[in-house]
């Protein structure tokens, strides 16, 4: 995308800190240090622009190469997005948010150890998102939505675990993605404290995502196991349940949990018979 004065002043009365890129994408220095206060004229004749992370800005990177986390993208609240040119067509990778205070958000990446390019999702506020220059083009052109990072928070860390969860969720057969879905469900009521409407979203797009046609049934088992979960806590299972039923061990689901105890994964739940919801 072309680096022209009116679009960065487009930018800055977005509220953005602007900076030039440098090639190995970190912001260029003036007398070593980063600069805040780069003249329009001077930003429009860089090769690369980027945005710096103050003012209440930060952004959501999806890193993943897989691809599973971009799946959930558009579920996130609408805001500017940025992303780059792979094989002349445009694939997002930035969501852009304003905070609207002045404090910085806390800085999350996921997975927490990981080796190099091994990052699948990360909420950014420790240095600048490159938004113009060389590949890199603007593919949502909307002012920045303001959220609370906490909000935008929950997004990134059941992105995370959704990514994780598409690689073991099983085909199709008769029963076996039901009990699935009931506890993927009940492992969410027992053990997140997320909003019932985004564990929806994201069960539809994991429906979405396999192919999977019963999506009213597999979304009903949200609000379903919330409830029994409530009235019968010893017969919901927690995330213990779901990855011995999937045989596979899913540590993104740490980044989801509420302050129950610890010990509660290791408990064993009979399982609520899923048929009561089929139509």
Known sequence: MNITFDYLKKLQKWGMQLTPVQPNKNPKLVNGKWFY???????AKKERIGMFHRGGFYDIDFDDK????????SLFPETLTTGKTINGAPVSTHLIYNSGTEA??????YPKVCGKDEKKIELLTNKSTWILGDDRVVIKDISPSRYDPSIISQYV???????ELLE?????????RDEAYLRLAGALARETNIPREIKEEFVRRLCEST???DIKNRV?????????????PEKVYGIGGLSAYLDVNLPAFDVLKNSLEKEEEKKS?????????TD
Do not use: R, V
């Not at 073991?168 to 076996?176: F, I, R, V």
């Open 37 to 43: 206060g780069w003249a329009l004229k001077d930003l």
């Open 220 to 232: 009903n088992k949200i609000a379903y196991q919330e409830k029994q979960f409530k009235e019968f």
């Open 269 to 277: 739940y009979p399982l609520i018979d899923g048929n009561t919801l």
């Open 211 to 213: 192919g999977d046609k």
């Open 168 to 176: 073991h969720w099983p085909e199709g057969g008769k029963g076996l």
């Open 66 to 73: 897989k691809k599973n986390c971009h799946k959930f993208m």
């Open 157 to 163: 860390k059941m992105t995370y675990f959704f990514g």
């Open 104 to 109: 910085s958000p806390t800085h999350e990446s």
